[in-house]
């Protein structure tokens, strides 16, 4: 999948930021075959998040329309768009079509989502949402680094529908045993991260697993314990959180796959204890077909922890999300009190050997370990990955090494960069670091601007090339500053170059760091010793 174009007519949404925008991501002549993300960078309140949101909420009411079964959350039924793309055919995956969807309004009558593909040198409008589904992203993948409500909405109510729909089938017997599809929605941030890293650290090759753990230098997993606990006051009725087949069917997997395992009737609460062998790998494999699988099985019981939210709190959720306005999110509960989580993840140090509790690790490698480890679980074509600073807690090693390593990534599918089903994938990246430009050409990058007490947002493409620029250089290009070192003794340089005594500067010379502006003090004393 590759993204072209983009048009927003009324984003109903940021206050009006994003209304009237153009977005020409790529070519029409794009290879659609290799993987090759894209950038957005620009400063803070440029609405590259926003852009991201967007998007997001795009392919969710499309989803809603024709895929309502993966799709339960609630749409932005007043964005305005047009999208146009590249996805390649599941039948052929060598074969790509031309996909153009829009919804706007004409003559101010309410209106629907059209669905075209190109053919023949024209548009030929698609109906039937057989016909849609296979036009469609297979996945939508958003990542967060923090509590950033702008990408996180759509996929926290799409989350909530998934959670009320179980809830709703769990409680009716002729629905119970059906089986609730996966949303196509998925989202990435702190609170999946152990679901992300034991998926893939228990069923993915050993190069993944290689891969997540060589940064913190750890060997493997060593042990880790998961609770299930379904006797909660705020859920519905005397019995607590009720489930479907479905996931008694996970539970009950969890139970076999277990080294241990106890269950307390009176709190009905589960704890399964792993101690990670070959016979653990051996038995998580026998029951779930992949990583990807198996994150499932988790991340469909964590959504689970909705359900005891107060109603009051989920009510106003939904409330704020129909009206478009984002000042709320779901409230996150308390450990103790989720309806599933995980406790105790210890790993076996590859340098000493010890026990490394999963606790202790930085935000960077939890990040780091959380983003490849998703762009390794989720290896089939026409993905969709909307990053929003991704890099944000890496240190500059890891961000001078990020689109390296997210290309040259191992998985089931062979090297992301390479001609694959995993290449087939598009990634959009937001960052205000100039480390991701710098490993991408400038067709690949798209500068935002928004001029102060303005309301509209200025997108264009560099005018040097990114691709292998020295920082300061693309800092210049996108930020406006070259900032050869930092403001306050860059202010006390310039205050010593207007009025610095041959002391002072003297001075000022021993103290400061290799760095341009030391040269030019010391041409300026140069200067004051010949003028003298």
């Not at 060997?219 to 009720?242: D, I, M, P, Y």
């Given at each position: 999948m590759k993204l072209l174009n983009l048009r927003i007519y009324k984003a109903d949404t940021c206050g009006g930021l994003l209304d009237g925008l153009i977005i020409p991501f790529r070519s029409e002549h794009v290879d659609a075959e290799i993987f090759d993300p894209l950038c957005l960078i620009g400063p803070n309140g440029s609405g590259k998040s926003q852009l991201l949101q967007v998007i997001a909420e795009i392919f969710q009411a499309i989803f809603h329309k024709y895929l309502p079964s993966e799709e339960r959350g609630t749409p932005n039924d007043g964005l305005e768009f047009e999208i146009e793309y590249l996805i390649n055919e599941e039948a052929d995956p060598k074969t790509t079509k031309r996909v153009r969807i829009y919804r706007?309004?004409?003559?101010?009558?309410?209106?629907?989502?059209?669905?075209?593909?190109?053919?023949?040198?024209?548009?030929?409008?698609?109906?039937?949402?057989?016909?849609?589904?296979?036009?469609?992203?297979?996945?939508?993948?958003?990542?967060?680094?923090?509590?950033?409500?702008?990408?996180?909405l759509p996929f926290f109510s799409s989350r909530a529908g998934y959670a009320k729909e179980v809830r709703t089938n769990a409680l009716d017997d002729t629905k119970k045993s059906d089986q609730i599809p996966d949303p196509r929605l998925l989202l990435i941030d702190y609170g999946t991260n152990l679901e992300v890293l034991v998926a893939n650290l228990l069923l993915n090759p050993d190069s993944v697993k290689t891969k997540l753990l060589s940064e913190p230098n750890l060997?493997?997993?060593?042990?880790?314990?998961?609770?299930?606990?379904?006797?909660?006051?705020?859920?519905?009725?005397?019995?607590?959180?009720?489930l479907t087949d479905e996931l008694e069917k996970y539970i009950k997997y969890l139970k076999c796959c277990a080294t241990s395992y106890s269950f307390d009737e009176k709190q009905k609460s589960w704890v399964f204890d792993y101690f990670v062998t070959a016979a653990t790998y051996e038995a998580f494999g026998y029951y779930w077909s992949g990583a990807l699988e198996l994150y499932g099985c988790f991340h469909k019981l964590a959504m689970l922890n909705d359900l005891i939210i107060p109603r009051k709190a989920r009510d106003q959720f939904q409330k704020s999300v129909k009206e478009r306005r984002f000042a709320l999110r779901l409230p996150e509960p308390f450990d103790e009190q989720k309806v599933f989580r995980f406790e105790r993840v210890i790993f076996i140090s590859n340098k000493s050997g010890q026990e490394v509790d999963y606790v202790s690790l930085s935000d960077g490698e939890h990040q780091l370990a959380q983003l490849l480890g998703t762009a390794a679980m989720v290896s089939f074509p026409n993905v969709l990955f909307l990053l929003d600073e991704p890099e944000s807690h890496f240190n500059p090693r890891w961000r001078v090494e990020f689109i390296k390593t997210l290309k040259q990534l191992p998985t089931t599918q062979g090297v992301r960069s390479e001609i694959s089903a995993v290449a087939q994938q598009e990634c959009l990246i937001t960052t205000h670091s100039p480390f991701v430009p710098s490993d991408m050409q400038r067709e690949n990058v798209l500068i935002f601007n928004k001029e102060i007490n303005s309301s509209k947002i200025e997108i264009r493409r560099p005018q040097i090339q990114t691709y292998g620029s020295k920082f300061d250089a693309i800092l210049a290009e996108c930020f406006n500053i070259s900032p050869p070192i930092s403001a306050l003794s860059r202010d006390w340089v310039e205050q010593l170059l207007e009025s610095g005594t041959v002391a002072e500067i003297e001075t000022a010379i021993s103290e400061l760091g290799d760095s341009t502006a030391r040269m030019r003090l010391a041409a300026k004393l140069s200067q004051l010793d010949k003028d003298n």
């Open positions: 706007h309004s004409i003559n101010k009558r309410k209106p629907n989502i059209i669905v075209e593909v190109f053919h023949d040198g024209d548009w030929t409008l698609v109906e039937s949402s057989e016909a849609v589904s296979s036009l469609l992203p297979s996945k939508v993948v958003g990542y967060t680094s923090g509590d950033n409500e702008t990408l996180s060997k493997s997993l060593r042990s880790f314990r998961c609770v299930v606990q379904l006797n909660h006051t705020e859920a519905r009725g005397r019995e607590g959180v009720k």
